[in-house]
């Protein structure tokens, strides 16, 4: 099963960069629209409601639930050294972080890492294949789809008995990812399809091969 997973997205790859285009932008028109009415004035409004301390300190908080997840990747792309060092991190900002409200572990010299399934599938050859946009997810691949799927399984308000506490997590989790791209939106410029699909691109590239980037699909925008 995972032979024929690996060789059916790579094979995607062969395809070309971006062969949906067409459907992608009917997709990111329709998350677009989402996104107007709906998800960018909830986002607008808890940035406006929450005093900045206090979005940061949930942002914290989400991001050291997600530390556990991110050494294990680092373990499984035969980093150790890393893995430890964002166990450590992990359980400093727990203890004296306060349940990861303060980035203790910045302040020690123990700077936060990116890494995800989607990642680590790629450091174990697993191609990309063609730039897909999901409804209401965004932007995406075959191979960072199934490390997203991985990836929702370490989210640890999923196991949470309480629906509702459960719900309120997911829904709190989306506004405050959201909120922290409003300031990004200035940065868009021309072909809103062109620019979002070229930065997920590149940074996937950036995060996959740990700071060396390459700009080969860059030549569709131009």
Not at 187 to 192: H, M, N
Request: glycine fraction near 10%.
């Amino acid at each position: 099963m995972w032979l024929v997973l690996t060789v059916a997205i790579s094979g995607c790859a062969t395809q070309g960069i971006d062969p949906y285009e067409s459907s992608n932008r009917k997709v990111q028109a329709f998350n677009d629209t989402a996104d107007r009415f709906l998800l960018k004035p909830l986002a607008r409004g808890y940035r406006a409601v929450l005093p900045d301390a206090v979005e940061r300190g949930i942002s914290n908080v989400f991001s050291n639930l997600a530390e556990p997840f991110v050494a294990i990747n680092q373990l499984l792309q035969g980093k150790p050294v890393q893995g430890l060092y964002d166990g450590g991190r992990f359980l400093v900002n727990t203890t004296l972080g306060i349940g990861g409200l303060f980035d203790v572990g910045a302040g020690l010299g123990l700077e936060k890492h990116a890494e995800d399934f989607g990642q680590t599938l790629a450091v174990w050859g697993v191609g990309q294949g063609p730039y897909l946009v999901w409804p209401f997810w965004g932007p995406s691949n075959p191979r960072d789809a199934v490390g997203d799927l991985v990836g929702s399984f370490a989210f640890v308000p999923t196991y949470a008995d309480d629906v509702g506490v459960r719900n309120s997590a997911y829904a709190l989790w989306v506004i405050n990812r959201r909120a922290q791209l409003l300031d990004a939106e200035r940065l868009i410029k021309g072909d809103r399809y062109l620019f979002i699909r070229d930065a997920y691109l590149q940074r996937r590239d950036y995060l996959v091969n740990d700071g060396i980037v390459t700009d080969d699909f860059l030549d569709d925008a131009l």
